[in-house]
């Protein structure tokens, strides 16, 4: 506690304590008089004048509470509940699959992003970016910004090497903004793509962007404009240094920018700024600094805020966790796939193996195809779905009759055939066939079963036969049956030839 404050409490103890000594003397001189009346009537009285002394003490003290006590911090307004609901929902998700990735960097990036979602949805800041080409005057712009709201360029709240932000707050509306300036777009060749891509990225995640350009727009400016604006990020485009252009000429290239981003930016949202306008000579020879002119675009930037602020921080924070949520599960998507990968080129050796070693008649193959159930429990884990080597049974077998159906052993034989053949010697050409085929029906069944579980466990529209036939078509070309020929002769005939020479 302060001390003139504690002075204060001591000061109104003591007026305090007059008023009742006061209280008490009149009360007794007020008994004196009345008793010599009437003492019943003295006593009446008094009790009265007490009981009333009460509730006015009482009353007072309530309405001093109301006023001293401690104020309630005043919470930002809450964004728009269902998409708020949404976005926590997403970021649940999300958190859930951040778990999952087993790359370290990736997972670490990841989980670094989603705290800054989340920390956004908590804090509830409004956001906005400036953007735009190198020496466009973004950095002018903040700082006229700044001084127009603020007075003065107050301190950073964080500077990086790729982007500053400073945070103020506008009449009007309840939650802080801020304000980060980036490099933008550089120059091509100058070192540092890195701290382009994330003054990019700072824009597409900004509630609101300030697009800065100093003339016309050039193509390198229309198009991340114009595709940060088709993808719902509001724009406002900013034509600085207007001090430059007579101002006949200043209206011309308005109405020039307006008709270029016509189809994306309404024309109210394009205004003319001269945030560090140049010194003037004046005739008389005095130099003449003129001030910066920001104003429009700060009333601009103002109504934007006010009218449509909740709902763009709603939007947008939806759409940040969504686009968070659709990278991760790309990631674990192509995590998930290399593993499963993985099982499918071991099963698809052993099954070749096997079948060499033990040459079954050709209709046999469905028999071989249910060797495959194990693969698919193991393809089913990576994709977070268990199931018994029973379940993986009736899969294996419904795509092995699949197979025959699609004309696809046939076809895979006699392609198997073709390759082989001008490798191997015709004595071992039978099982060295069987057994390349089985390795690539093995193959395609483990691709179809990976589509599969990718899809949730489903087939799809076109059902099961439409995948598998995907995939022998995926699997068929040329140059990959060569490969596989190669392979299938190093990992299964090669066995079965040297074992034949040893008997
Ligand atoms: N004439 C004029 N020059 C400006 C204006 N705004 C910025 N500049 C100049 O443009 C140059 C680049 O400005 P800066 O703010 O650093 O651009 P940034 O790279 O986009 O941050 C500086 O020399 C500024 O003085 C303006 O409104 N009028
Ligand atoms: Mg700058």
Redesign the pocket.
Known sequence: MSRSRILQIILALLVLLGLLLWLVSTLVNLYAGLANFSPVLANVVIWLVIVLIAVLVGALGYYAWLFLRPRQQRLPPRIPEARTEAAEENLRAVQHQVDQIQDEVARQAFAERTKRVEEYLARGEIRVVVF?T???????LVNAVLGEIVGQVGAAMGTTTEATTYKFRLPGIERDIWLTDTP?ILEAGVAGTGREQLARQLAAEADLLLF?VDSDLRKSEYDPLRSLADSGKRSILVF??S??YPDSEIEAVLSQLRQRVNAFIAPVDVVAI?????EVQLESGDRFQPTPEILPLVRRMAAVLRDEGEDLIAENILLQSQRLGEEARQILDTQRRREADQIVDRYQWISGGVVSITPLPMVDLLGAAAVNAQMVVEIGRVYGCEMNVERGKELALSLAKTLVSLGIIRGATEVLALALQTNIGTFVIGRAVQGATAAYLTRIAGKSFIEYFRRDQTWGDGGMSEVVEQQFQLNRRDEFIKRFAQEAIARVIEPVRSRLDET
């Open positions: 735009g190198g020496s466009a005057g973004k950095t002018s933008g800065v600085n240094k001090d430059l001269a945030a560090a306008p140049q």
